[in-house]
């Protein structure tokens, strides 16, 4: 199974921010792409993906994140970015992996994170 945890910013996250996201486990963890790049792995030292974080999407309908995500979430005014990581429940810190990704983008470019308790920017 898989936990999501996305991140809403108001800007797109750029090479560099996604960088420092992935930069969430530390330097001993690989970086592997899958579907042509739309896709990238975080990936423990023997290959084993821990974290997918898909390409970011920009989303322009008002309301889109609460329809989805529920009433209670607080999404960027305007058009925003949406991007998703994707962590493995079968790996322990996946989920915070995930929530440390989720939560460097949003430090760097403003936002918020779902679920709101996952958000972090420790190194996992």
């Known amino acids: 199974m ?3 945890v996305i991140a809403l910013t108001p800007k797109m996250p750029d090479i560099n921010t996604l960088l420092a996201g992935l930069f969430a486990g530390g330097p001993d963890l690989g970086v592997s792409s899958v579907n042509e790049g739309a896709v990238v792995q975080l990936c423990a030292p023997n290959g084993r993906p821990l974290v997918s974080v898909e390409s970011p999407l920009l989303v322009q309908v008002s309301g889109e994140a609460q329809r989805l995500l529920g ?5 960027p005014d305007g058009p925003f970015w949406w991007t ?4 493995s429940t ?6 915070r992996l ?13 936002g918020t994170v779902w ?3 996952a958000a972090h920017t420790d190194v996992v």
């Open 90 to 95: 079968a790996v322990e810190e996946g989920e």
């Open 98 to 110: 995930a929530g440390s990704f989720a939560g460097r983008l949003t430090a760097v470019l403003g």
């Open 71 to 75: 009433a209670e979430v607080t999404a």
């Open 115 to 117: 679920p709101p308790d």
């Open 2 to 4: 898989t936990k999501d």
């Open 84 to 87: 998703e990581a994707r962590a």
